[in-house]
């Protein structure tokens, strides 16, 4: 299994562009997110989805968009880069369940963007 | 908000001290996760712990959750250089559906050999 894989390694775009930071992963798993890590910060939610068709805002989800329209895939797209999207992306998953418990997360490698 | 606060933010050892990061959460937590994030990489689970006051070791690692379930603390015995990195707690998050992690800010650990 190659787990959560994610790409591209390292991006720089300048203010206004859009691009999609794509992630993927095989553990049939039906919980996905986006983070951003940003120095001191810790790590912030983005956006989440809880299965396919299904996804939902986290703590800082303004300037992003996401969709999920299959088990393994969960892209996030930056809709017009402003330089505080400068940030290190990671994406992750997990199992499950409808009784609100939190499992084990896998973390991807991780995303390296820059905007000028 | 909930938050989810770590302290100390940085730790600096000699290798074979002792090291130890509290994770204190403004809301009663139903568990606390743990993570290290080696420099560079992203970050990996280590712990869950879902009982009050309960106590697990992973080696030289040992995780508590606090009674109360609002803190907790990892404890790592005679610290190596493969130990550096920075240490994560996590709690779920309020503020959307099943299976959202809110995160402290971490503490770096750096070890001097």
């Known amino acids: 299994n190659a787990g959560v894989t994610q790409t591209p390694k390292f991006q720089v775009l300048k203010t206004g562009q859009s691009m999609t930071l794509q992630c993927a992963q095989d553990?049939?798993?039906?919980?996905m997110s986006w983070y951003r890590q940003d120095p001191g910060m810790g790590l912030r939610l983005i956006h989440y989805?809880?299965?396919?068709?299904?996804?939902d805002q986290g703590e800082v989800p303004n300037g992003y968009n996401v969709s999920r329209s299959t088990t393994e895939d969960f892209p996030l797209r930056l809709l017009s880069a402003a330089p505080s999207q400068t940030s290190v992306y990671f994406c992750a998953s997990s199992l499950t369940s409808g009784g609100g418990s939190t499992y084990e997360q896998y973390f991807g490698p991780g995303t390296r963007l820059t905007v000028t | 908000g909930q938050q989810v606060m770590q302290i100390p933010q940085y730790q600096h050892v000699q290798e074979g001290e002792d090291f130890t990061t509290y994770c204190n959460s403004s809301?009663?937590?139903?568990?606390i996760q743990w993570y290290k994030q080696r420099p560079g990489g992203h970050p990996v689970f280590l712990i869950q712990l879902v009982k009050s006051g309960e106590v697990k070791k992973q080696k030289r690692l040992t995780f508590q959750f606090g009674e109360a379930k609002k803190n907790s603390s990892l404890h790592i015995t005679a610290t190596q250089t493969t130990d550096v990195g920075t240490y994560f707690c996590a709690g779920p998050w309020s503020g959307g559906s099943q299976g959202n992690l809110i995160f402290g800010k971490g503490t770096k650990l750096s070890v001097k050999p």
């Open positions: 809301t009663t937590l139903s568990n």
């Open positions: 553990m049939n798993h039906e919980y």
């Open positions: 989805s809880v299965g396919a068709g299904i996804t």
